[in-house]
């Protein structure tokens, strides 16, 4: 969310970077519909060749099979790949580190990342080199909750708990 907001330009740069390296004709950006405010700024800035689609909000909308039944209505097989069906998806991450990569020469070192759940004294979303040990970050929001019951890393409904945070993003 906060990178559709924050570099929207570089989400539709990078997008189109991609397609065109990739031969894709048609870009569709999804959004789920709560987070109008990214879907205002990725069309204001998007222009005609890009779709942003606003989405409802369903788990898992996120998911690549569901996002592309739900943007295109085509359903990618049991054990295929998009590309069966004629498709590639990219996160809007990897569309802005694209952009940066190619318009600036800057490797992919950092992404955005979300560090929330009642456990966590500061919830934050913090821009983080890649390989920061998970530790240093928990200590930079304020560290956890005694009442903590576990740390789970990717996400609540498919994310992993882990035994402890010496671990690199």
Avoid: W
């Avoid at 759940?117 to 928990?138: F, M, Q």
Wanted: charged share 25%.
């Amino acid at each position: 969310h906060r990178v559709m907001l924050e570099q929207a330009e570089a989400v539709i740069e990078g997008a189109r970077l991609l397609a065109k390296v990739l031969d894709v004709k048609e870009i569709h950006i999804g959004v789920e519909e709560n987070k109008m405010d990214a879907i205002e700024k990725l069309r204001e800035v998007a222009g005609d060749d890009i779709n942003i689609v606003p989405l409802h909000v369903t788990y898992p909308q996120g998911s690549e099979k569901q996002l592309i039944y739900a943007l295109t209505g085509r359903e990618v097989p049991t054990g295929g790949l998009p590309m069966d069906v004629g498709v590639v998806v990219q996160n809007t991450g990897t569309a802005a580190g694209t952009y940066e990569a190619c318009a600036f020469n800057k490797p992919f070192i950092e992404r955005v990342v979300t560090f929330t759940g009642r456990g966590l004294v500061e919830p934050k979303n913090l821009v983080v080199r890649v390989g920061t040990i998970l530790a240093d970050i928990v200590e930079h929001c304020g560290g956890l909750d005694p009442e903590a019951a576990k740390v789970v890393m990717g996400g609540p409904m498919m994310g992993q708990p882990l035994a402890d945070l010496d671990v690199p993003v």
